[in-house]
């Protein structure tokens, strides 16, 4: 953690803060793939219980499989989640996109995670909760010192109490500042974070961690 400690020393230059950004990003891109895997999880098993829906479960579960047979299996996967996309409803189609992320972002494949997690993004027929979620994991994976400002306009609106991934959203908000450079804003809500008794515990820790850096 010293060297974190000694690149914000250096005033935050563009080059150094994109380091951090990567340093910590990857911690909260992990976190987010445990969420999307559990919100895959329950949408298929709710999926069973409704006789309309078993077909598309069924395709889902299959494809899931291939996924969690191994890297050789990955481009069966990619084309068992295209078909759900093509054929399912509006729920399925936006965990095929986020599994088809998930795989490319496993292939260090970052620019057709990005465009996956779009389609769910842009999507108004998808329900608003995977619609904010895959804004967050695109800030996630896509942000710059340079796309900062442009993805936290994108982040404020999710960055609401009464949004399933507000906590997420103000993290990723903060960890965008630091990228870009802007230190007020960024312990603005890293104190914010830290000091909220309702987010995750891990959240609230990374949220110190990256105060005593930027304050060193």
Known sequence: MVDIFQEVEEDLKRERTERLWRKYGKVVVAVAAVIVLGVAGREGWKSYEHSTRIENGT??????????????????????????IAKGDDGFVALGHFQKARIF???????????????????????????????VQIAM??????????????????????????????EMMAVLNIA???????????????????APADMRGRASELLKAIKA
Do not use: C, M
């Not at 998808?126 to 895959?134: E, G, H, T």
């Not at 900062?148 to 997420?168: C, F, G, M, Q």
């Open 59 to 84: 395709r889902f579960a299959n494809a899931l499989e291939l996924v969690n047979a191994g890297p050789d299996k990955s481009q069966a996967a990619l084309d068992a989640f295209d078909t759900i």
């Open 105 to 135: 972002l496993s292939q260090n494949e970052t620019e057709k995670a990005v465009t996956e997690l779009e389609a769910i993004a842009s999507d108004s027929d998808v329900d608003k909760v995977y619609r904010d979620l895959a804004v």
């Open 141 to 170: 994976n896509s942000g710059t010192a340079d796309n900062a400002d442009v993805l936290i306009a994108r982040l404020k609106p999710i960055a609401v109490p009464e949004n399933t991934w507000y906590h997420s959203a103000r």
């Open 180 to 198: 870009a450079g802007k230190k007020d804003e960024a312990k603005s809500l890293l104190t914010e974070l830290a000091d909220d008794k309702t």
